[in-house]
């Protein structure tokens, strides 16, 4: 398992964010335009009001952007 496969648990404010789903940005959770040559593209998330949300670090949820516990499973 990379230093980026856990969970990233974070309390956000309303806004909109932008989920990376190809594992290559700087910026993790957040996308940083790394995915250009992959093909895949970043989820938009908006927030409706303050919350604690958990994305997926490993980007193999089902529950993608969120975190379901897929990263346990990862050797």
């Given amino acids: 398992m990379n230093e980026n496969d856990h969970p990233f648990v974070m309390t ?6 932008v989920w990376c789903s190809c594992g290559l940005s700087k ?5 940083d335009g790394s995915h250009g040559p992959t093909g895949m593209r970043p ?3 908006e ?3 303050e919350k604690q949300v958990v994305w997926c670090g490993c980007k193999t949820s089902a529950a993608k952007p969120f975190c ?3 990263h346990q499973k990862i050797d």
């Fill in 12 to 17: 956000l404010k309303p806004g909109r964010y």
């Fill in 27 to 31: 910026k993790q959770p957040y996308c």
């Fill in 43 to 45: 989820l938009f998330v």
């Fill in 47 to 49: 927030i409706t009001e």
């Fill in 68 to 70: 379901d516990g897929s």
